[in-house]
Structures are given as structure tokens and as C-alpha cells.
């Protein structure tokens, strides 16, 4: 109520060094981030208050300040928005605009699809399940300067059922697409590739592709830190950080690799500044002064995060 408005928070896994992100959102759903670190999400709109009952995609940058704030005076009483259309649409001088309006509907959680089970046009959407529409959206973004423009939407699924409501997408182990529905009694909806005239199929992983990497010696989970697939090297991730300082070396060491791809290299990465030492603050500052674009950002990113105030060194 301080801020009159929606804001995110970022802080350490344990709820440490909690600090404000961004601010001027209204509801905003749960944020999808994409390979190289850069985070997405929908704001709900508000019904039956013109301008503002459309909901937006946002890209959230670090400092970022979306418009909306709540009425003047006590939100109990007052409890409708800012009343001008301009801090909205981000054209305000201060905010940030949206990459485009979704209409009315709830912010349901995004996801970017960066698997291999669905052909290479589809790698990279973001996904947009909505209960509204009846349907799954899909959004092919483009950088454009230092944010995102949306170059392509299409409907990935969709239903002329009443009762169709998807409300949350996600990939399994197997690769495929999986829509929970929460209409009509209930569903869960897989969907595969099963091939064209003109594309081949493409088989699902085994559902126990993810169990078997979590069970791999160290040095071979470190290896499939390369995985082809974002939520094989997620589940790699969250098991090299749940080792510990044991595997640092040989993450860095992975890191260093000529070898290594540039989401391996991010993975490894975000292993290191979960499990950091000195040798790790050195990699991260280094990294920022001569990597790749989206290494330098996210390794900037990430020094932030884990360097003690006051610390020479990294200054």
C-alpha cells in the first residue's frame, strides 16, 4: 500500500537480500524467463475500468516502472486506478510500455519452450495459456534495443467448447506439452509431435529421462549441463547446486569449455553464483568484461547478486 501498486521482489533461494525488482503492475502472474536470463510476464487488467480492463505482456527489466499505480488516498476507499490512461500503456515519461494487450482474463503463468520435441520453429515461444479465449497462445519475440517486441502471435490450441479453460502449460521429461484445463470436470492434455507430410515425427523422451540424471556420477552430470533440452539442464542445475561446492570446480572447469554451448555455459553459470567462493567472483567479473552479450549481462546480473557489499574487489 506504501507503493499503491503491484511490484516484484527478487532475492536468494533461502529469502535473504530481498529487494524491489520492478514496480507498477496490477496482478501479475508468475514470470517465465527465457535462455538468456531475461523475464517475462502477464498483469491482469481491471474488469469494467475501461483503458485498464486489458491485460498486458510485459518484459521486466531490473528498476522497471509499469504504470499502474492505485487511486489517491486510502486503497479501501479509493480502490480504483491511477486515472490516467497513459501510465498504463507505459507512454507516461518514467514507465515502460507493454509489449502488447492480451484482453480481459486472469495473468496466468508463462512459459518460454525451449525443448526438442516439437519441431525448431516452435523453440523459444512463449507460451500464454488462456481460460478466456479458450485457447494457448503463442508469442515470437525479437529483440528490439535493450527490451522485446512481439514479431508473431498465433493460437497454438484452441477450442470452440465452452468448457475448454486452459490455465497452465508446462514441458515434462518426456519433452512433450503438457495443458492443465479447468473446465468441464477437469483435464490434463499432452501434446506430442506426430508428423506431417512434409516434417518427420518426433518421438517422445522416456518419462524417466529426468530421474536418470538426477542418479549420474558428478562428472557426468556436469557434462549434461550441455543438455539439448531447457528442462533437462534445469533438473542438472538443481542437482549440481544441491551437491554443492564439491562439483564447483568442475563446473567451472565445464564453463571454461571450448566445447560448451552458450545455454550450457549459462547453466553452468547459474550453478556457480548459487555455490560461490572467490574463484567464482573472479569467473563472474572476468566474464563481464569479455564474454558473450548475454553472458557479460547475465554474469553482471549475477555478481550483483552474490557479492558482499563493500567488496573492493568486485567493485
Keep these: ?83 490516467h490512461r497513459a501510465c498504463w500503456l507505459g507512454e507516461k515519461p518514467g514507465t515502460i510500455g507493454p509489449m502488447l494487450k492480451f484482453g480481459k482474463g486472469p495473468a496466468s503463468p508463462l512459459i518460454v519452450y525451449n525443448d526438442s520435441r516439437l519441431p525448431e520453429r516452435f523453440r523459444g515461444l512463449l507460451l500464454h495459456p488462456d481460460p478466456v479465449g479458450r485457447r494457448v497462445r503463442a508469442y515470437r519475440l525479437e529483440a528490439s534495443g535493450a527490451t522485446f517486441t512481439v514479431a508473431e502471435e498465433f493460437e497454438l490450441l484452441y477450442s470452440k467448447d465452452e468448457g475448454f ?70 533438473v542438472v542445475r538443481a542437482e549440481l547446486v544441491r551437491r554443492g561446492a564439491k562439483v564447483r570446480d568442475a563446473v567451472r572447469k565445464q564453463f571454461g569449455n571450448n566445447e560448451a554451448t552458450l545455454p550450457g555455459q549459462i547453466a553452468a553459470l547459474s550453478v556457480l553464483q548459487a555455490i560461490p567462493d572467490a574463484s567464482v567472483l573472479k569467473l563472474l567479473g572476468r566474464v563481464t568484461l569479455i564474454g558473450e552479450p548475454e553472458l557479460r549481462s547475465l554474469a553482471a546480473s549475477l555478481l550483483a547478486r552474490v557479492a558482499e557489499k563493500g567488496d573492493k574487489e568486485v567493485n
Design 165 to 234: 479453460k486452459p490455465v497452465q502449460a508446462g514441458t515434462g521429461p518426456d519433452g512433450a506439452l503438457y495443458i492443465l484445463d479447468r473446465g468441464s470436470g477437469g483435464r490434463l492434455i499432452r501434446l506430442t509431435w506426430a508428423g506431417t507430410k512434409d516434417e518427420e515425427e518426433i518421438k517422445p523422451r522416456p518419462l524417466d529421462t529426468w530421474d536418470k540424471l538426477v542418479k549420474l556420477e558428478d562428472a557426468e552430470l556436469v557434462k549434461a549441463l550441455d543438455h539439448e533440452d531447457a528442462g533437462a539442464r534445469e
Design 1 to 83: 500500500q506504501a507503493f499503491r501498486t503491484g511490484a516484484v521482489f527478487r532475492c536468494r533461494p533461502d529469502g535473504s537480500r530481498m529487494h524491489l525488482f520492478a514496480i507498477g503492475l496490477h496482478a501479475p502472474g508468475r514470470p517465465a524467463f527465457d535462455l538468456g536470463g531475461n523475464v517475462f510476464l502477464l498483469d491482469a487488467g481491471i474488469p469494467h475500468e475501461g483503458s485498464f480492463s486489458s491485460g498486458r505482456l510485459i518484459h521486466v527489466v531490473e528498476g522497471g516502472d509499469y504504470g499502474f499505480r492505485l487511486g489517491q488516498g486510502d486503497p479501501r476507499s479509493n480502490p480504483g486506478p491511477c486515472p
